[in-house]
């Protein structure tokens, strides 16, 4: 079993940079595809990027292309989600997950663990 935990979340001003983290708990963790959503107040959970398991296959969201990058470090069980330029639209609370399938989480669908969240907040 897989246990996320994410982290990094917090205050910026437009333009501004955030790193968020999520680590795993396990020596499993490398074989898991990893992703980040978010959700604002009133909307729907959306699709920001996934990683493979291997690092080889990355997805974005049209939204995030070229503003965020998400990376992992299966040594330490760790994936990442460096988001630069941000902007007052990203605001929302970002949740990390894992699945066995990287097409399961472009979809969104049947994950297989989710992280509690963390709140990202980007003033005008």
């Known amino acids: 079993q897989v246990q996320l935990v994410d982290s990094g979340g917090g205050l910026v001003q437009t333009g501004g940079s955030l790193r968020l983290s999520c680590e795993g708990s396990g020596r499993t963790f490398g074989g898991y595809a990893m992703g980040w959503f978010r959700q604002a107040p009133g909307k729907e959970r959306q699709f920001v990027a996934a990683?493979?398991?291997?690092?080889?296959?990355?997805l974005y969201a049209d939204s995030v292309k070229d503003r965020f990058t998400i990376s992992r470090d299966n040594a330490k069980n760790t994936v990442y989600l460096q988001m630069n330029s941000l902007k007052p639209e990203d605001t929302a609370v970002y949740y990390c997950?894992?699945?066995?399938?990287?097409?399961?989480?472009?979809?969104?669908?049947?994950?297989?663990?989710w992280g509690r969240g963390t709140q990202v907040t980007v003033s005008s």
């Open positions: 990683i493979s398991w291997s690092g080889g296959n990355i």
């Open positions: 997950a894992a699945d066995l399938v990287l097409y399961d989480l472009r979809l969104g669908r049947t994950i297989d663990y």
